[in-house]
């Protein structure tokens, strides 16, 4: 979702850039406010509570973009994978707004391979592209303009300077993909007709705005943090999804929420601004007490994690078991069914796997966006380059085309979960062992046919287990192909997997 001579791309502003497109003064070593890093303006957002309400506004208003709408409905992970899916976003636009030149430009050649595999038709046959500069811009419009609003729905609206210099940072994350100039107006006086027009002219009520504002946080999944307290979970989530859902829509265009006739509750504007004021006086807690970075993290932390914060981590989820029984016992919950042993080890039901690990983007079935989902989490978290990504994507592809013709029996392009299930199929094929190598391939940065504990870690964000007698603890290449093979077509759990491919 992320998301030329000058700072603009229409050509004049604040922001001069080279002629790569990266920005001129990202340091500010001629004194004045550097566009990316520590002092630029929305560098103070990262950390700010503002920015949550801010970033959901700003997401809804992209998916209410045909274009945008039907590339996150045909191959986005956020409905089954929200929390995998929020921390990839955050770590993208601390790269891209952070300080280091050369993180930034690897960033954004990242993100454009990605876009350029993002194209196809939605439901009323109209094309979509990723790569479109026009919805490129659109996305960035919508961050400025969440990001004003939040200023402004808080009591902190920004002043005309800071506002400028807020649009030239934009403009300049544009200009970092390398889009040609003119897609956004040169100015933020010229903005707001542009956003106006927009809005009034091309937004829509597409399924993906819907999913977002009414069944997201209604469904969201628990973050790993809270695997195994649904009572709790389900309690919090019951009465802030709705909450989340109505703010959304009362800060929306009123000319839109018409329109698109989206329902207002009574009071939501007022709740609306009490929520976005009281995440305003944030502002007066000390520095350093809210570190998005670190929230992240933790929700990501699994209690059996080798990470230092787990033992604590896992204190607070005891906690929360014993508040989790004092909740079932007040209001009793049907017990959840134990998972069947089988071997040794626990194992899911084809059904379960197939919901859990296979259809990635949570639409019922097994097709090549799914796949390509994997790929895309995997190519993330080995922070892989060219060819590399390419020759994973690649083995993907080779696997999807031998699944579709092992599995597809209605000849429909896809595989229901039916479909897999009454096959029992083993998955084990040619080309599944061809993705399990060429992903140890680039797992094994050294190239020395061993996965160490640091190579380990950086696929897996968990220590090495493995032990060896008497030798360096090493994960060899056979090792690695049957555990994976045993993990995608055994449907049997993983301690490593489960938190790579299954976890939301």
């Known amino acids: 979702m992320t998301h030329t001579d000058s700072g603009s791309p229409g050509g004049s502003g604040a922001g001069a850039t080279s002629p790569g497109g990266s920005s001129s003064r990202p340091g500010a070593e001629d004194g004045t406010t550097p566009l990316f890093g520590p002092g630029s303006r929305f560098h103070a ?77 939605d439901a009323d046959n109209r094309p979509y592209d990723a790569m479109d500069p026009d919805v490129r811009a659109w996305v960035v419009a919508t961050l400025f303009e969440s990001a004003v609003t939040m200023c402004r729905l808080s009591g902190q609206p920004l002043e005309q300077e800071a506002m400028e210099q807020l649009y030239a940072e934009f403009q300049a994350f544009l200009a970092a993909f390398g889009d040609a100039a003119g ?13 106006d027009r927009v809005v009034e002219e091309e937004l829509e009520n597409t399924e993906a705005m819907r999913i977002i504002l009414y069944k997201l946080f209604d469904h969201l ?42 329902p207002e ?16 006086l944030a502002r007066f807690l000390p520095d350093g007490w809210i570190n998005t970075e670190s929230i992240t993290d933790l929700l990501a932390l699994s209690p059996d994690s080798d990470d230092p914060r787990a033992r604590t981590i896992s204190a607070l989820r005891d906690k929360m078991n014993r508040a989790g029984a004092l909740l079932r016992l007040i209001t009793p919950l049907p017990p959840e069914p134990e998972p069947t042993t089988a071997h040794g080890g626990l194992r899911r039901s084809a059904e379960e796997f197939f919901g859990e690990v296979l259809d990635q983007t949570g639409n019922g079935y097994l097709d090549w966006p799914d796949l390509a989902a994997m790929a895309r989490e995997l190519s993330s978290r080995l922070d892989l380059d060219e060819p590399e990504e390419t020759r994973l994507y690649d083995a993907f592809a080779d696997w999807w085309r031998e699944l579709q013709a092992a599995l597809d029996t209605d000849g429909d392009g896809r595989v229901s979960a039916h479909e897999y299930a009454a096959a029992v199929p083993s998955l084990a094929g040619p080309a599944l062992i061809k993705v399990a190598e060429v992903l140890f391939d680039a ?12 190579e380990y870690r950086a696929l897996f964000r968990t220590a090495f287990h493995r032990d060896t007698a008497g030798t360096e603890p090493a994960y060899t290449r056979s090792a690695f192909v049957k555990d994976f093979l045993s993990f995608m077509s055994g449907r049997r759990h993983s301690t490593p997997y489960d938190p790579l491919l299954a976890q939301a």
């Open 443 to 454: 797992t094994d940065k050294d190239g020395n046919q061993t996965i160490d504990a640091d």
């Open 183 to 195: 897609h956004l107006p040169p100015s933020p006086h010229e903005f707001w007709g542009y956003y």
């Open 265 to 280: 509750l009574p009071g939501a504007q007022t709740l609306m601004q009490g929520a976005y004021f009281t995440a305003g």
């Open 45 to 121: 957002f990262f950390n700010d509570p503002r920015w949550a309400l801010a970033i959901v506004r700003a997401t809804v208003l992209e998916a209410a973009h045909p274009q945008i709408g039907a590339a996150l409905i045909d191959n986005s992970t956020f409905v089954v994978h929200p929390w995998r899916r929020l921390r990839n976003t955050l770590v993208s636009l601390q790269r891209m707004f952070g300080s280091d030149e050369h993180v930034r430009q690897r960033e954004a050649a990242r993100l454009n391979r990605l876009h350029a595999r993002l194209h196809g038709t």
């Open 221 to 262: 999944p628990a973050p790993p943090l809270l695997n195994g307290l649904p009572t709790l979970w389900a309690a919090g989530r019951t009465v802030t999804g709705p909450l989340i859902g109505a703010i959304t829509v009362a800060s929306l265009p009123e000319p839109f929420r018409r329109r698109a006739g989206l």
